[in-house]
């Protein structure tokens, strides 16, 4: 079993910045591909970013790229989503997720929720205008 603990969100004003931490357990880390996701009220799951096992490979929603970057520690078991220039639209619930052993479908399949295999329980980033 697999275990994803957010943590970093919390509330700032527009053009601040945040990052975020997911602290994974329970089987080899470097096996896995990991996602950002984030929910607003009212709206589906939306893809932000994600990372490969070796951090060579990154992946970025339009709405973020430029402003988020996504990287992994896998020493210390941990992927990170540094954001910055914060805007409003980000307000949402951000999770983690991993993906065990992915294959070379991946690389298309990145975007989707259903890809996934494990979720943490999300923690909340709030923009102030």
């Known amino acids: 079993q697999v275990q994803l603990v957010e943590s970093g969100g919390g509330l700032v004003q527009a053009g601040g910045s945040l990052r975020l931490s997911c602290a994974a357990s329970?089987?080899?880390?470097?096996?896995?591909?990991m996602g950002w996701f984030r929910q607003a009220p009212g709206k589906e799951r939306a893809f932000v970013a994600a990372?490969?096992?070796?951090?060579?490979?990154?992946y970025y929603a339009d709405a973020v790229k430029g402003r988020f970057t996504i990287s992994r520690d896998n020493a210390k078991n941990t992927v990170y989503l540094q954001m910055n220039s914060l805007k409003p639209e980000d307000t949402a619930v951000y999770y983690c997720?991993?993906?065990?052993?992915?294959?070379?479908?991946?690389?298309?399949?990145?975007?989707?929720?259903?890809?996934?295999?494990?979720w943490g329980q999300g923690t909340q980033v709030t923009v102030s205008s």
């Open positions: 329970g089987r080899t880390f470097s096996s896995y591909a």
């Open positions: 997720a991993a993906k065990l052993y992915p294959s070379t479908y991946y690389s298309g399949t990145y975007s989707s929720p259903a890809t996934y295999d494990y």
């Open positions: 990372i490969r096992w070796s951090g060579g490979s990154t």
